[in-house]
């Protein structure tokens, strides 16, 4: 998709009008950290090199959006009016909060997402390929047909989460058998 590049002056403008729908721009190396984006649509937008540090997405609606090397950790995506479409690659999640939040479909591509939570939410067919997870929780999530290869540091309980046909690799594929009490030896 070829998008429309945005200076800094025009999103401010944009931002300006409560109920903004903003569709089709590219936004480079912006702070949204400060930004009131309460209630702004954004539909096939992307986002490459931003910093979302702690930003709050309360009521904000996504759609189709790509982020690219963004700074996003400490988000809480559980304020998110509507979720659809995600792609993230290179971005940094860490401490982000996705807990109950339908994400079918997404990617999240080399990426570092530790110590967040994805407790509940529906991770089918979702890529965490090449992704950092420690400390990150998938308690009653469904990764179903998820693609973990490459993936690392992360532990699921297949008691608590649903993991039917996940593609995981080797050796980080052994923390399934773990969790299950089993002692492994290489």
């Known amino acids: 998709m ?32 400060e930004l009131n984006l309460k209630s702004s649509l954004f539909l096939d937008c992307k986002f490459v090199s931003c910093n979302f ?18 700074n996003l950790m400490g988000t809480n995506w559980t304020e998110v009016r509507k979720n659809g479409g995600y792609t993230f690659s290179g971005c940094k999640l860490d401490y982000t909060s996705f807990q109950g939040v339908d994400l079918r479909g997404s990617g999240f591509v080399n990426c570092m997402i530790r110590e967040s939570d994805f407790a509940g939410a529906n991770l089918s067919k979702v890529s965490l390929a090449g992704s950092s997870l420690a400390g990150t929780s998938f ?12 993936a690392r540091d992360y532990f699921i309980d297949p008691k608590f989460t649903k993991i039917k046909d996940a593609h995981f690799s080797f050796p980080e594929a052994l923390v399934l058998i773990e969790a299950l009490g089993a002692k492994v030896e290489i």
Not at 13 to 32: A, C, R, V
Not at 139 to 150: H, L
């Open 139 to 150: 308690t009653n999530a469904n990764i179903e047909k998820a693609d973990f290869r490459g």
């Open 53 to 70: 540090a702690n930003c709050s997405l309360m009521n904000v609606a996504f759609r189709g959006v790509v982020f690219e090397d963004c």
């Open 2 to 33: 070829k998008y429309i590049q945005v200076t800094e002056n025009q999103m401010l403008q944009m931002l300006s009008n409560p109920d903004t729908e903003i569709s089709g721009f590219e936004f480079t190396k912006m702070d949204f950290t």
